[in-house]
């Protein structure tokens, strides 16, 4: 059974930062890719940032240079370093792993989702 657990959200003031965790052990093993996504109150859901086990990584335009994705391959864990937050950053956060090889291929999975909420 894959298992994404998140962890790491909060509430901040702006200008503050977070740092989210999303570990989901075999994410390493089954090379797969991770994606952070964020979905505020009475909006659709927004892609934020992805990263394969092989270090490439992609993160959306409205929050380059703000936040960092990176990965821990020993921990099965990828963070998302936020910094510089604004209020508009207040959403839920949640991570998926897709796009695998090995025994988690075609397989998309979710982690539960984390809050974060930046006050001004």
């Known amino acids: 059974q894959v298992q994404l657990v998140e962890s790491g959200g909060g509430s901040v003031q702006a200008g503050g930062s977070l740092r989210l965790s999303c570990t989901a052990p075999?994410?390493?093993?089954?090379?797969?890719?991770m994606h952070w996504y964020r979905q505020a109150e009475g909006k659709e859901r927004e892609w934020v940032s992805w990263i394969n086990t092989a270090g490439r990584s992609s993160t959306v335009d409205s929050v380059k240079g703000r936040f960092t994705i990176s990965k821990d391959k020993a921990e099965d864990t990828v963070y998302l370093q936020m910094s510089s937050l604004k209020p508009e950053d207040t959403a839920m956060y949640s991570c998926?792993?897709?796009?695998?090889?090995?025994?988690?291929?075609?397989?998309?999975?979710w982690g539960q989702g984390i809050q974060v909420t930046v006050s001004s």
């Open positions: 075999g994410f390493t093993s089954n090379s797969c890719g």
């Open positions: 998926k792993i897709s796009g695998c090889g090995g025994s988690w291929r075609d397989g998309v999975y």
